[in-house]
């Protein structure tokens, strides 16, 4: 048999691929970023700030180099490349995304053959609670993850233009997590207030990054379960950002019908969400799609798929607005009939 040595190298990228998330997660971990970023620009000096061997770190800056977190200068200096600078400790960078994905996420995916074969979440198998339990338990875990969840920051900087919204209108975001998107619209709408609802752990972070953002005085925090308790009523918009992805059909068409109890004529929906497509493009929509299965058994869905959720809760997609990042979009609901 011939082989064909694109495809061996093909397939060796393929499985080795954790290799690379565990040594740019280390990276992350030791702060190399940050310390390169510092002045120290050596491996001796790195070595020494780390802890590190000199051997092992020079090995692990090689690799580095190659994967492109850092460039060396012309006398053999390390510097950051702007992939290093998404990991260093600071707002607004991805650290907390390499850690989340090089810890809790990675020990999930060391489960997938089960969660794959079973139907059991890779998270709960690992971890012995599903994933909302975990964070509720876990404040640091759960600042984490919400501070992760803010990194959709290109992606909610398109939202106001869509919304459009003028005058005293009332933005009510459902399962809110951090804030940021809701921070976001009322930055760009100052007339507007708004709601945020979400489980008690979750409001401490969203309540500092209104503060910061918009200011608390525009913002009501309310803490519920968004499936267990009627859903503030009154708003012009209401927002789900990336909660849909999460949960099973039934449990998805029980929140949506909770909004369309809510909504006031002439309100609309905005659900934001990853949509998948079976045209052969989307890998990252596609990966996503996994990833939420083996974490909590979630999942990503078509477009039709959204159009049916819609349909069984009282709701129409009006249209579908497409923002930055493989195959983000924006659906619009109205309520039906």
């Known amino acids: 048999m011939t082989t064909d040595p694109r495809a061996v190298r093909a397939t060796v990228e393929l499985v080795t691929g954790a290799w690379r998330t565990q040594a740019v997660h280390v990276a992350a971990r030791l702060r190399l970023p940050d310390l390169v970023a510092g002045g120290h620009r050596d491996g001796a000096a790195l070595a020494a700030a780390t802890g590190l061997d000199p051997d092992v770190a020079h090995r692990l800056l090689r690799l580095l180099v190659l994967l492109g977190v850092f460039a060396t200068d012309a006398d053999g200096g390390y510097r950051t490349t702007p992939v290093g600078e998404l990991l260093r400790d600071r707002p607004g960078s991805l650290r907390d995304m390499c850690l989340l994905y090089g810890e809790e996420f990675y020990r999930a995916w060391g489960h ?23 964070l509720a338990a876990d404040p640091e875990a759960a600042a984490r993850f919400q501070r992760v969840m803010q990194a959709g920051h290109a992606v909610f900087d398109a939202v106001p233009a869509v919304l459009g919204l003028t005058g005293p209108r009332r933005v009510v975001d459902v399962g809110g997590g951090s804030g940021r998107l809701l921070a976001t619209v009322l930055a760009a709408a100052p007339a507007a207030r708004g709601v945020l609802v979400d489980l008690p752990h979750v409001l401490p972070l969203a309540r500092a990054h209104l503060a910061a953002g918009v200011g608390l005085d525009r913002v009501e925090l309310l803490a519920q379960d968004v499936f267990d308790a009627p859903l503030p009523a009154g708003g012009d918009v209401y927002l789900l950002s990336r909660v849909l992805g999460d949960w099973d059909d039934e449990r998805c068409v029980r929140l949506l019908r909770r909004v369309r109890a809510a909504l006031a004529p002439g309100a609309r929906l905005f659900v934001l969400e990853r949509v998948t497509t079976d045209d052969g493009s989307g890998a990252l929509a596609a990966l996503w799609d996994l990833h939420l299965l083996v974490v909590n058994g979630g999942r ?5 798929d959204y159009r049916g959720l819609l349909g069984r809760s009282g709701l129409a997609l009006e249209r579908v607005v497409e923002l930055p990042l493989e195959t983000k979009g924006l659906l619009v609901g109205v309520a039906s009939g």
Not at 116 to 133: D, K, M, N, S, V
Not at 300 to 304: A, N, P, S
């Open 112 to 134: 997938a053959e089960e969660a794959l074969t079973t139907g059991t979440p890779g998270f709960e198998l690992a971890y012995g609670e599903p994933l909302i339990p975990h």
């Open 300 to 304: 990503q869905r078509t477009l039709d």
